[in-house]
C-alpha cells in the first residue's frame, strides 16, 4: 500500500496547530470565532497552494460537529450535487449540520455553481469553497453574496521553517537536518508548505546521515518552484509586470510577463489586467489600445494556451511602447469625488426632459435645441458645481 504523505501525516486538527494566517485566526478574528462560537457561514477561502484552505475547512467542520463531505470541482459534476443534497437533506432530519467543502471552486461553471445556490439560501448545506482564483471573476454574483470571502496569504519563510520543525519532531527521523537546509527547503517551497514538506520527505529518503543543501536540491528539482526564492509570488510578479508597461520597459514587461505564464498563471487574469491598464494607464493618448487588450482577452478565453501566448506577447508590446496618459484615471476619481461630495444635487431645468406641457411650462427643456454640439448658455452642470473642472482641457 501506498504510503500517507508526511504533508497529509501532519495536517493540523485544531486552530492551534496551525502555523500562518494569523490575520484570521488570531482571538477575535472572524474565522477564530466561528470556530469558537460555533456558527456556522458559507465561505469562499481565497488563497495560493499550501497556504491551508482545505485544513481550515475541515476544522470548522470538526468544530461544527458537521458532517463534512469533500468533493473537487475538477471531478465532479451536478449528478454528484443531487447525491450530496440528499444525504444534507437526510442530515437535517437526524438533527446534523452539513459543510460541503468544493476544492477549486471556481472550475465548477456557472450552471453547476447555480445548484448550490437555493440550498445554501435555506441553510440546508454551508458551503465552504476554495480557490487560488479571483472569487470576484471566477463564482458566480449570487453565490458570492451569500458567502464570507476570507484571503489566505502565503505562509512566509518562518513559518514554513516552523512547519519543518514540527515535522521533524513528529516523525521518527533519526538523520541530522541542519538549518540552512531547513532554510533552503523553506525558501524553494514559493510559501506552499505542502511543496516544503514533500522536499523534507523526500530529502530525508535521499540522504544519508545528514540532510545537506545538495541532497535538497537532488530531493526538489522535479518540483523547484516557479518563483525565486526571494518569495514574490503571483501579486508581486503582476504588480511588476504593470510597473513596467507604465514605465515603457518592454524587456523587462516581457521578462515578467513569461515569468508569469512559466509559473502557471491564469493567462485570463494576465488579459484582464491589461484590458484595465488600457483605460487606466493609456487612455486617451491611445484609446485604441484598449481594442488591442480586449481583442487580446477574447482571444485568451476562446484560444486557450499555447497558442494564445502570441496574443499575450503581442498586447503587452503595445501597451509597453505606446505613449502613457493618466487622463481617464484622474478624470473618473475627480468624478467620483464630485459625485460623492454632492449627491443630490437637482439636474437643471434646461437638461430635464418634458414629456408634457406642465413641464414646458415650468421651465423643463428650456432653451435647450436638439442639435450637435449645441452649448447652452447656462452649461449643463448643476449650479454649485458650474465652476468644476474633472477633466483637464490639456489632456482632451
Not at 293 to 316: D, K, W
Amino acid at each position: 500500500m501506498q504510503e500517507t504523505p508526511l504533508a497529509e501525516k501532519l495536517r493540523p486538527i485544531t486552530i492551534k496547530d496551525v502555523v500562518g494566517q494569523e490575520h484570521l485566526l488570531a482571538k477575535g478574528q472572524l474565522l477564530q470565532q466561528i470556530i469558537v462560537k460555533k456558527q456556522p457561514a458559507s465561505l469562499i477561502l481565497w488563497g495560493p497552494p499550501g497556504s491551508g484552505k482545505t485544513t481550515l475547512a475541515r476544522i470548522v467542520a470538526s468544530a461544527l460537529d458537521a458532517d463534512f463531505i469533500e468533493i473537487s470541482a475538477v471531478t465532479s459534476g451536478i449528478a454528484e450535487v443531487k447525491t450530496i443534497i440528499k444525504r444534507a437533506e437526510e442530515n437535517r432530519r437526524l438533527g446534523m449540520r452539513t459543510i460541503l467543502f468544493v476544492d477549486e471552486i471556481h472550475r465548477f461553471n456557472k450552471a453547476q455553481q447555480d445548484a448550490f445556490l437555493p440550498h445554501v439560501e435555506s441553510g440546508l448545506i454551508t458551503l465552504i469553497g476554495a480557490t487560488t482564483e479571483n472569487p470576484s471573476f471566477e463564482v458566480i454574483t449570487p453565490l458570492l453574496s451569500r458567502s464570507r470571502v476570507l484571503v489566505l496569504t502565503p505562509l512566509q519563510k518562518t513559518e514554513i521553517v516552523t512547519i519543518l520543525k514540527r515535522a521533524l519532531k513528529k516523525t521518527s527521523n533519526t538523520k541530522s537536518v541542519p538549518k540552512a537546509s531547513l532554510e533552503y527547503i523553506a525558501e524553494l517551497s514559493g510559501g506552499d508548505a505542502r511543496v516544503a514538506l514533500g522536499n523534507l520527505e523526500l530529502a530525508l529518503s535521499l540522504s544519508g546521515e545528514k540532510v545537506d543543501i545538495e541532497t535538497v536540491k537532488r530531493a526538489a528539482q522535479a518540483k523547484l518552484p516557479r518563483y525565486d526564492k526571494q518569495g514574490e509570488y503571483h501579486y508581486n510578479l503582476i504588480s511588476a509586470f504593470i510597473k513596467s508597461m507604465r514605465g515603457s520597459d518592454a524587456d523587462a514587461t516581457l521578462y515578467y510577463l513569461a515569468r508569469m505564464l512559466e509559473a502557471g498563471e491564469d493567462p485570463k487574469f494576465i488579459a484582464r489586467r491589461m484590458v484595465i491598464f488600457a483605460s487606466e494607464d493609456v487612455g486617451l493618448a491611445a484609446s485604441a489600445a484598449l481594442n488591442v487588450a480586449v481583442s487580446t482577452f477574447l482571444a485568451v478565453e476562446r484560444i486557450g494556451m499555447p497558442e494564445c501566448n502570441y496574443n499575450l506577447y503581442h498586447c503587452a508590446l503595445v501597451l509597453a511602447k505606446t505613449k502613457k496618459s493618466r487622463s481617464v484615471t484622474e478624470a473618473m476619481q475627480n468624478a467620483q469625488k464630485a459625485a460623492r461630495d454632492f449627491p443630490n444635487e437637482p439636474v437643471p431645468l434646461h437638461l430635464r426632459n418634458a414629456p408634457t406641457k406642465l413641464m414646458k411650462e415650468l421651465g423643463y427643456q428650456e432653451g435647450y435645441q436638439w442639435q450637435a454640439d449645441f452649448k447652452h448658455a447656462k452649461g449643463f452642470l448643476p449650479e454649485k458645481l458650474k465652476d468644476i473642472t474633472i477633466i483637464n482641457p490639456e489632456n482632451t
